[in-house]
């Protein structure tokens, strides 16, 4: 499904603190934001993509414990790219020494890098 896209800018611009707080007060919406500064709403997945997604992240951390190598994260995680977009992939890893260079305030929120690896179901 193709995510809405709600053009916020000539109202107002949301900073990365306001949006981690809309994203908070609204769980039940999957929020992405684009490097222009729109919202976009994502649609949830239907059954087969939802099961595919869980096989693929329970084989990635199977993987990474063995590997332990970084950090597996699901379609919930919000990345803040350089670019300013801050993106919701499928499925994300990201190598364990750029993991521990971040605060445990960017832990918290939505990490301030790209991950090493994506996989977005189509």
């Given at each position: 499904?193709?995510?809405?896209?709600?053009n916020?800018?000539?109202?107002?611009?949301?900073?990365?603190?306001q949006?981690?707080?809309?994203?908070?007060?609204?769980?039940?919406?999957k929020?992405?934001?684009?490097?222009?500064?729109?919202?976009?709403?994502?649609?949830p997945?239907?059954?087969?993509?939802?099961?595919?997604?869980?096989?693929?992240?329970?084989e990635?951390?199977?993987?990474?414990?063995?590997?332990q190598?970084?950090k597996?994260?699901?379609?919930?995680?919000?990345?803040?790219?350089?670019?300013?977009?801050i993106?919701?992939?499928d499925?994300?890893?990201?190598?364990?020494?750029?993991?521990?260079?971040?605060?445990?305030?960017?832990?918290?929120?939505?990490?301030?890098?790209?991950p090493?690896?994506?996989?977005?179901?189509?």
């Open positions: 499904m193709n995510p809405y896209t709600l916020v800018q000539p109202i107002w611009q949301l900073d990365d603190e949006f981690f707080q809309l994203s908070q007060a609204n769980p039940e919406l929020l992405e934001r684009t490097p222009q500064g729109n919202l976009m709403i994502i649609s997945t239907g059954g087969e993509t939802g099961n595919c997604n869980a096989e693929l992240i329970a990635f951390s199977l993987w990474n414990r063995q590997k190598q970084g597996v994260f699901d379609s919930s995680t919000g990345f803040k790219l350089p670019n300013g977009a993106r919701s992939p499925l994300a890893w990201i190598k364990q020494e750029r993991w521990d260079n971040l605060s445990e305030q960017e832990h918290r929120k939505f990490p301030c890098l790209a090493d690896f994506v996989l977005e179901l189509r």
